[in-house]
C-alpha cells in the first residue's frame, strides 16, 4: 500500500521528462469527453491541458468533480470545512472557465474522502449523467494505482462504466510522479500515453493551477494551512505533455480460457480458500437465505469450482445441475457430493459452446456465483439472455459477486450486477433481493414477482 505526505518536495519532477517525453502520443477520438474528478483541482492537474486543447478544437468536454474537496486541510483554524468547501466550488469553476469556457461542471458534493463508501450513489449518479445525451466517446478519470483512496475508488467505477458504455477510459496519475521514480514497477509504462500539449494551453493550465488557491498558498502561518500541493511538486505540471493509462474500447480484455483455471487448480488444492476461509462461509449463508423457496424441483449452479457451496444447495433442490469448466474442480466436487445421488456435475461455462454449453432448461433455479466477471462485457452481456431463457416459468436466477478488482479479471463483480439488471429486466424478471455490501453483491431475480411472505402465505 503506497503512503506519502503530500506536502513534501517527493521526486524531483525532472527525472521523469524524459520518459514521460517519449511516450506515445495520444488524442481522445471526436465526440464526447466527460472528465471525471475525485476533487476539485484534480480535473485541472490531470487533464488542464486536454481540456484547453478540446475547447480549441470546438469540442469542449463535461467536467465531473466527485466530492466538494472539504478535507483537505484538516484541523485548520482559518476556514471551517463547510466554507473551505464553497471555496474549493468557486476555484474549480474559475479554473474551468479559463481552461474551457464552454464546458459544463457538475458538483456531486459527496464528502471528501468518502467514495468508498458511497460507491453505489457515485456509481448511479455517474452513469446518469454519462447516458444522458449523445454516446460519451472518452472518459477520464483519476488512475487506480495513485496511491489516493478516492482516487482509485473513482476510478474502479469508471473502468467498469466505460466497458459497460463501450468507450476509452483513459484514467490520469497524479500522486504517482510524487511518490514514485521512473524504474518503480508500479508505473504503467506499457499502457502510458501523452497528449501534446501546445504553448498555450501549457500557459492556460498554469493559471487555472493558480485559481485553486486554497491548494497552493497557505491559509495562514499555522502548520496545518501550509499549501496542499508543494511548490517543487507543481513544477512537474508545467510540462508540454499530459499522461494518461489509456484502455480502448477495442483493447477490452477478452474472456479467461479454461486453461486459466486449470493452472489455478494445479497450483492450490482450494485456490479460492471455500473451505477455510470465515468471508465464504459467510457469503454462502447469504446466498441460502436469499433463495425465496424452501425448495427447488430443478436446478443449475453455474461455475461450481470444488463444490462447497454445491453441497448448500443440494439440500434444497430435488435435482440439482452443477457445471464448471475445470476438470480438477469438477473432481473435487465429486468427491465431496459423492453421497448425493441427485446432484449431477458436469463441464459447462456461462457463455460457452460445443462441449462447454450449459445444459438445457428448464430450471426452477439459477444460481450464478463468482462466476460473470471472468467474462469480457460483450460476452457476458450475450450470455445473460441465454442463461436466463433456461429458467422455468416461475424460475429464480441468484448471482453473487466479490466487488474489489482482480488484476486477472476482465470485469469487475459491479458491471457484472448491471449487465444482469438489464438483462433480467429485458426478460421481465422482478428482482426481490438486493444486497450491497463494500465486499459483494446478490441479486435474486424471479419471473415470479411475488414476496417470500406472499409465497408463504404470511399476506
Given amino acids: 500500500m503506497v503512503t506519502f505526505d503530500a506536502r513534501t518536495p517527493g521526486t524531483a519532477p525532472h527525472v521523469w521528462d524524459e520518459p514521460l517525453a517519449a511516450l506515445p502520443p495520444w488524442r481522445p477520438l471526436p465526440g464526447r469527453t466527460v472528465v471525471v474528478a475525485a476533487h476539485p483541482d484534480d480535473e485541472t492537474l490531470t487533464a488542464g491541458g486536454l481540456l484547453a486543447e478540446l475547447a480549441a478544437t470546438g469540442h469542449p468536454a463535461e467536467v465531473v468533480v466527485v466530492t466538494d474537496g472539504a478535507g483537505s486541510h484538516p484541523g485548520s483554524p482559518t476556514l471551517h470545512p463547510t466554507t473551505l468547501a464553497r471555496r474549493r466550488v468557486d476555484e474549480v469553476r474559475r479554473a474551468v472557465e479559463l481552461l474551457s469556457p464552454g464546458s459544463r461542471v457538475t458538483l456531486l458534493g459527496h464528502p471528501d474522502g468518502g467514495v468508498r463508501e458511497a460507491r453505489d450513489r457515485v456509481t448511479a449518479e455517474l452513469r446518469a449523467l454519462l447516458t444522458d445525451g449523445e454516446p460519451v466517446r472518452t472518459l477520464v478519470t483519476t488512475w487506480r494505482g495513485d496511491g489516493h483512496r478516492d482516487h482509485r475508488v473513482l476510478a474502479e467505477i469508471g473502468a467498469g462504466l466505460a466497458a459497460e458504455l463501450r468507450c476509452?477510459?483513459?484514467?490520469?496519475?497524479?500522486?504517482?510522479?510524487?511518490?514514485?521514480?521512473?524504474?518503480?514497477?508500479?508505473?504503467?509504462?506499457?499502457?502510458?500515453?501523452?497528449?501534446?500539449l501546445p504553448d498555450r494551453a501549457v500557459v492556460l493550465k498554469q493559471r487555472a493551477i493558480a485559481a485553486h488557491e486554497t491548494q497552493?498558498?497557505?491559509?495562514?502561518?499555522?502548520?496545518?494551512?501550509?499549501?496542499?500541493?508543494?511548490?517543487?511538486?507543481?513544477?512537474?505540471?508545467?510540462?508540454?505533455?499530459?499522461?494518461?493509462?489509456?484502455?480502448?474500447?477495442?483493447?477490452?480484455?477478452?474472456?479467461?480460457?479454461?486453461?486459466?483455471?486449470?493452472?489455478?487448480?494445479?497450483?492450490?488444492?482450494?485456490?479460492?480458500?471455500?473451505?477455510?476461509?470465515?468471508?465464504?462461509?459467510?457469503?454462502?449463508a447469504l446466498t441460502l437465505a436469499a433463495l425465496p423457496d424452501d425448495r427447488y424441483a430443478r436446478a443449475l449452479e453455474v461455475g461450481c469450482a470444488i463444490g462447497v457451496l454445491t453441497a448448500g444447495l443440494a439440500a434444497r433442490c430435488d435435482a440439482l445441475t452443477a457445471t464448471d469448466v475445470a476438470e480438477a474442480a469438477l473432481e473435487r466436487a465429486r468427491e465431496r457430493l459423492a453421497d448425493a445421488p441427485h446432484v449431477r456435475l458436469v463441464r459447462g461455462a456461462l457463455?460457452?459452446?460445443?462441449?462447454?454449453?450449459?445444459?438445457?432448461?428448464?430450471?426452477?433455479?439459477?444460481?450464478?456465483?463468482?462466476?460473470?466477471?471472468?467474462?469480457?462485457?460483450?460476452?457476458?452481456?450475450?450470455?445473460?439472455?441465454?442463461?436466463?431463457?433456461?429458467?422455468?416459468p416461475g424460475g429464480t436466477v441468484l448471482a453473487c459477486h466479490w466487488r474489489h478488482p482482480v488484476a486477472d479479471y476482465p470485469l469487475p463483480g459491479d458491471a457484472v450486477h448491471r449487465a444482469l439488471t438489464r438483462a433480467a429486466?429485458?426478460?421481465?424478471?422482478?428482482?426481490?433481493?438486493?444486497?450491497?455490501?463494500?465486499?459483494?453483491?446478490?441479486?435474486?431475480?424471479?419471473?415470479?414477482?411475488?414476496?417470500?411472505a406472499e409465497r408463504t402465505g404470511l399476506r
Avoid at 450464478?368 to 441465454?386: H, I, K, M, N, R
Fill in 168 to 196: 476509452t477510459h483513459a484514467e490520469a496519475p497524479l500522486w504517482l510522479w510524487h511518490w514514485a521514480t521512473p524504474d518503480d514497477p508500479a508505473v504503467p509504462w506499457d499502457a502510458l500515453r501523452a497528449v501534446p
Fill in 216 to 284: 497552493v498558498h497557505a491559509l495562514s502561518d499555522d502548520p496545518t494551512d501550509a499549501p496542499v500541493l508543494h511548490p517543487r511538486f507543481l513544477q512537474g505540471f508545467t510540462r508540454d505533455v499530459e499522461p494518461f493509462v489509456v484502455t480502448e474500447p477495442d483493447a477490452v480484455r477478452p474472456s479467461l480460457p479454461a486453461s486459466y483455471f486449470d493452472a489455478t487448480y494445479a497450483r492450490h488444492a482450494d485456490p479460492w480458500g471455500f473451505t477455510d476461509r470465515p468471508y465464504e462461509a459467510r457469503k454462502r
Fill in 351 to 392: 457463455g460457452g459452446a460445443g462441449d462447454d454449453a450449459l445444459p438445457d432448461g428448464p430450471f426452477d433455479l439459477v444460481v450464478l456465483s463468482e462466476v460473470g466477471y471472468y467474462l469480457s462485457w460483450p460476452d457476458l452481456t450475450a450470455a445473460l439472455p441465454d442463461l436466463l431463457a433456461r429458467l422455468a
Fill in 425 to 452: 429486466r429485458e426478460a421481465d424478471l422482478a428482482r426481490l433481493v438486493e444486497h450491497r455490501e463494500a465486499d459483494l453483491l446478490l441479486d435474486v431475480w424471479s419471473r415470479d414477482p411475488r414476496s417470500v
